[in-house]
């Protein structure tokens, strides 16, 4: 091999980890999107039935609501954890 392929082989490597880097900044975006979203809604969930549900259909709906909280419970948790996962690498 050439000096100058050793130098092209290096440029691409350096961009391939700037690539990379990149990516991996836009996965934990969304991601943290998306755990976001998943907290708003609980908040959200929590006011309607404080403030808006009537108690009497509170009743009915009641097996919905629980499982609403425990997807999204589970979608922020799963975010704290590979986070935290992925902060002691």
Known sequence: MS????VKEELNSIDNE???ERLV????????RMAYTALFAMIMMTVCIFFII????????QD????????????V??????ATWDGHK
């Open 54 to 61: 009537k108690l009497a259909r509170l009743d009915k709906i």
């Open 25 to 32: 900044q836009i996965k934990w975006k969304n991601r943290r």
């Open 77 to 82: 948790l799963a975010y704290l954890g590979a």
């Open 18 to 20: 700037k690539l990379k």
């Open 3 to 6: 000096e100058n392929d050793d």
């Open 64 to 75: 919905a609501i629980t499982w609403g909280y425990i997807m999204f419970g589970s979608i």
